[in-house]
C-alpha cells in the first residue's frame, strides 16, 4: 500500500507542478514530462500485472495423504524442492536428504493456469514418466513471502493424492536482471557442442529436448533423449558486459561434475521468438567444453 501511495502521490505531483505551472510550458519540456508519466504509469500496470505467485520457491514442509491412504508430513530435513513458477510453466527439483547430502529424486515441468484461487500444473516434462496424463487441482494462498499450495493430484491409475498443505518461501538473491531479453520458457532446436576431448557433436530436437526457463534470477533446464530422462539442473545468474554467468545450485547426479568447473561464460541473443546461446565451460586443467544452442519459444 505504501509503494502504492507513493507512486499516487508521485503522479499527482506531476500532474500539479504541469497544470499550475506559473512559467510558459515548452513543447519539450512539456514531452518530458510525459515521458516521465509514461514510465510511472508503465511501472504501476506492470506491478499490478505480476501475480503473487510469480517467482522462486523452496518448500518448507508438507502435509499429505498418499495414494494408499496414508497421511504423512516432511519438511527440509528429509527433502529439499525448489519451484520456479512463471506466468505460463512451471519447473521444479526435487532432492531427498540423506546425511550431510543431496540426493535426487525428481523434477517435473509444464503449464500452468490461474483462476482466481486456483492453481492447476499440467506437466508435460518429466523424470518418471508415471506422471503422464496427471491431473491436477490446487488452490494457492500467498502471504508475504510465504506461498501455501493445497489441493488433490490424481494419477494415471485413477489414485488419489491429497495435499493437504505444502509451504513455500520465497527465494531471495542478490541480483536480479528484469531487463534480460532471455527471460521466458524456452524448447531447444539443437546444439552442436565440442567435448573436453576435443570431438564434436551435434543433435535436434527430434532425439533431444530440453525445456528451458529463465526468470530474472534464476534458470532451470530438464533434457530428454530418445525420449528418456537425461538430466535436470538450474541456479542463479548473473550479467556482466553482457555475458551471462550462471551458477550451478540444482542438479540431478547424471551432470554433478559439472560442479567442478572453474568457469562457465554464455552470450544469449534473442532474434524474434528464437534464443541463441553460445557458450564455454573451463575446467580447473583449462580444457573446455564449447557449445551452440537455438531455442524457441515455448508455447
Known amino acids: 500500500m505504501k509503494n502504492s501511495t507513493q507512486r499516487f502521490v508521485a503522479v499527482s505531483r506531476f500532474r500539479d507542478e504541469s497544470l499550475y505551472c506559473s512559467k510558459p510550458f515548452s513543447l519539450d519540456r512539456m514531452k518530458r514530462r510525459l515521458s516521465i508519466l ?56 526435487a532432492h531427498d536428504v540423506q546425511g550431510d547430502s543431496l540426493v535426487f529424486n525428481r523434477s517435473y515441468a509444464g503449464t500452468i493456469k490461474l483462476e482466481g484461487n486456483r492453481y492447476i500444473e499440467y506437466p508435460t516434462q518429466a523424470s518418471v514418466q508415471i506422471f503422464d496424463n496427471v491431473k491436477t487441482d490446487f488452490t494457492w494462498k500467498v502471504d508475504g513471502d510465504k506461498f501455501t499450495q493445497a489441493g488433490t493430484i490424481i494419477r494415471p491409475d485413477g489414485k488419489k493424492v491429497v495435499l493437504e498443505e505444502m509451504v513455500f518461501r520465497r527465494v531471495k538473491t542478490a541480483n536480479s536482471f528484469p531487463k534480460n531479453p532471455a527471460i521466458g520458457t524456452w524448447s531447444q532446436l539443437s546444439s552442436s557442442y565440442t567435448n573436453f576431448d576435443g570431438t564434436k557433436e551435434s543433435h535436434t530436437n527430434e532425439t533431444t529436448t530440453r525445456f528451458h526457463i529463465i526468470t530474472p534470477t534464476h534458470w532451470m533446464r530438464i533434457s530428454h533423449r530418445n525420449k528418456k530422462f537425461e538430466h535436470v539442473m538450474g541456479g542463479t545468474y548473473e550479467i556482466k558486459d553482457g555475458k551471462t554467468y550462471p551458477k550451478l545450485v540444482y542438479k540431478s547426479g547424471a551432470i554433478a561434475a559439472l560442479a567442478s568447473v572453474s568457469t562457465v561464460e554464455m552470450s544469449e541473443q534473442v532474434k524474434g521468438d528464437k534464443l541463441h546461446v553460445s557458450g564455454v565451460v573451463v575446467r580447473p586443467d583449462g580444457k573446455k567444453f564449447m557449445w551452440e544452442d537455438v531455442f524457441e519459444r515455448a508455447k
Open 38 to 93: 509514461g514510465a510511472i504509469l508503465l511501472f504501476s500496470f506492470t506491478l499490478a500485472a505480476q501475480h503473487p505467485l510469480i517467482g522462486t520457491w523452496e518448500m518448507v514442509s508438507i502435509k499429505y495423504i498418499n495414494a494408499d491412504g496414508e497421511k504423512l508430513s516432511l519438511d527440509t530435513s528429509s527433502i529439499r524442492e525448489v519451484k520456479i513458477i512463471t506466468p505460463t510453466h512451471y519447473m521444479l527439483i
